[in-house]
């Protein structure tokens, strides 16, 4: 059951994130600002990909309570940082983006932070 | 640093500050209820009306706006690595807030993290074809 449920965290935040990316970057530049923020939760409610997005993360998100009432959270956290590593990797596949050997470098020293510090 | 990357770094220190804060208060006001793990969805609905509870989902969800406006200027593989510094500041805050024991291993994994931060934001923020359609009034 524990990797079913780690599956599903996963991949639902992958597929959630390769959409929010997307769709974004299908919009255009956005602002920070407060009424910049207004205008992307608009964007939010009516664009398919990113409801898609929201309801991936939503996906993801109670996945990952439902595995940490029976993994601790010293196998959870880490173990779904496996994320980082498919996400930069479809990132490069399926959104086209140029991931260099210092931004490789950067997400897997990352990627072995998170595993110390979820120890 | 032109005008747009320095907006996009204020919008990355901004996520990167504000996901471990709202997880210190999401913390914080879960201190309020019993520890044990509930199947019963109203203790969530009660602890969202916690004061310090409320306030981490609030800034929740301006983080993800926040993080949705930094995704149209930026690369989702620049994104990634460059806003985990927040795994390394929550380890800070959890020591200095909640006092919180933090084991060597812990604080090697926050170096590590900042050094694969530092890393990945010396590479070109946006590497792919930006579509120009600005909102009005979106850009500023």
């Known amino acids: ?119 | 640093m032109t005008a747009g990357a320095t907006r996009t770094a204020g919008l990355v220190v901004f996520i990167t500050l504000l996901k471990p804060v709202s997880n210190l208060f999401l913390a914080w006001g879960m201190r309020h209820f019993p520890s044990a793990v509930s199947l019963n969805p109203l203790f969530y609905v009660n602890a969202v009306f916690d004061p310090l509870v409320a306030s981490g989902v609030v800034m929740q969800i301006i983080w993800l706006l926040a993080r949705l406006s930094l995704l149209s200027v930026a690369d989702l593989s620049f994104v990634l690595p460059v806003t985990a510094a927040g795994y390394g500041i929550s380890t800070v805050l959890g020591r200095v807030f909640l006092h919180e024991q933090v084991s060597a291993s812990r604080w090697w994994g926050a170096i590590l993290i900042s050094l694969g931060t530092g890393l990945a934001a010396g590479t070109a923020r946006e590497t792919t074809f930006h579509k120009a359609k600005s909102a009005a009034g979106g850009a500023r």
């Open chain 1, 1 to 119: 059951m524990r990797w079913i449920l780690l599956s599903v965290v996963v991949l639902s935040a992958v597929v959630g994130d390769l959409l929010q990316s997307y769709e974004m970057k299908e919009e255009g530049e956005q602002s920070g600002s407060a009424p910049g923020l207004i205008r992307v939760l608009r964007l939010v409610v009516s664009r398919r990909y990113l409801i898609l997005a929201i309801a991936s993360m939503a996906v993801s998100f109670f996945a990952f309570l439902a595995l940490l009432q029976t993994e601790p959270l010293s196998f959870a956290v880490p173990a779904s940082a496996a994320s980082f590593i498919l996400e930069t990797a479809l990132a490069k596949l399926v959104l086209g983006e140029r991931v260099t050997l210092r931004r490789g470098a950067g997400v897997l020293l990352v990627f072995g932070g998170i595993l110390l510090v979820s120890r």
